[in-house]
DNA sequence: CTCATGTCAGCTGAACTGAGATAC
DNA sequence: CGTATCTCAGTTAAGCTGACATGA
């Protein structure tokens, strides 16, 4: 039995609920959460769009971008329209209140990784986001199911 | 606003989900979870120690400890035995079925870790494993406290 | 009929919080 | 006294499952 200490999927767990954690403390001093951000910046980086497009986009399940969207849209920063073409569908937008939020929150991000990545210089952030890059590609696309709505 | 594919802190903990759901979904097929494995590999590796010693070693809290070792208990794999010298712990043991646990777990994290880091090479492995390892040891020493029981 | 969409209610493992009893 | 250990009850964000009604 090898040391826990040394595996590669304990150490990208832990270093990941530290970084979640640090995240997560940081949107909720301005009263916001991860799935907020991601949704929010979705929809300023790639448009308009469906919920389950948007699922799809940002790796958020149906349900829980139901859930989101509510709040995001109690909060004033999303609107949800039906769409005529097909009157399942609703087309999220931003409002402009939701744009500056989308703004903020990613200024909040920034300063975070920042705060995460401190002991790592511009070379080896480069090699981490890389490599944590190919094993993301990796498993959305092939051996694993493209994650919500299936 | 820049897209989320291309922060470290998404892709760290987007990966960790995949790697964390790999290794639970193995695990349950065996009925264990991510907290037994490292309770009984901590204690396969570092030897017999108190529950509050444990939780420092595994970077479990000290109330999950106790609901992990119930379970542990009660599936034989360790005993809880009173320390005569210190009337508030226990020291935990490894039973013989416990011993033989770890190893078969350990074996299964092994397969399961290829599994995750599929796509990398071998020194992009260990250049992973070296990054990961260098942000957990700093997080972990400085700047945060020393995760449970604080 | 099949499939996609949106909604709702609930579950899980992991991390964490707070309170209390006991013993050092 | 303060501090450490163990236990128990509860909370959170994230990810996920199943069921359902509606419409393409």
């Known amino acids: 039995v090898e040391s826990v200490e040394h595996l590669p999927s304990w150490l990208l767990t832990q270093t990941a609920a530290r970084a979640g954690r640090v995240v997560s403390e940081s949107f909720a001093t301005v009263g916001a959460r991860g799935y907020h951000y991601r949704v929010l910046s979705s929809l300023a980086d790639g448009g308009p769009a469906s919920q389950a497009d948007l699922g799809r986009r940002t790796g958020i399940h149906l349900s829980d971008m139901?859930?989101?969207?509510?709040?995001?849209?109690?909060?004033?920063?999303i609107?949800?329209?039906?769409?005529?073409?097909?009157?399942?569908?609703?087309?999220?937008?931003?409002?402009s209140q939701g744009t500056e939020r989308a703004q903020s929150l990613s200024l909040l991000v920034r300063d975070v990784q920042q705060q995460v990545l401190q002991p790592l210089d511009e070379s080896e952030k480069a090699q981490l986001t890389a490599l944590l890059s190919k094993l993301y590609q990796h498993h959305h696309r092939q051996g694993f199911p493209p994650l919500p709505s299936m």
């Open 66 to 77: 139901v859930k989101a969207l509510n709040e995001l849209e109690a909060g004033g920063y």
């Open 79 to 95: 609107r949800r329209v039906p769409n005529p073409d097909d009157r399942r569908r609703n087309i999220i937008t931003l409002t």
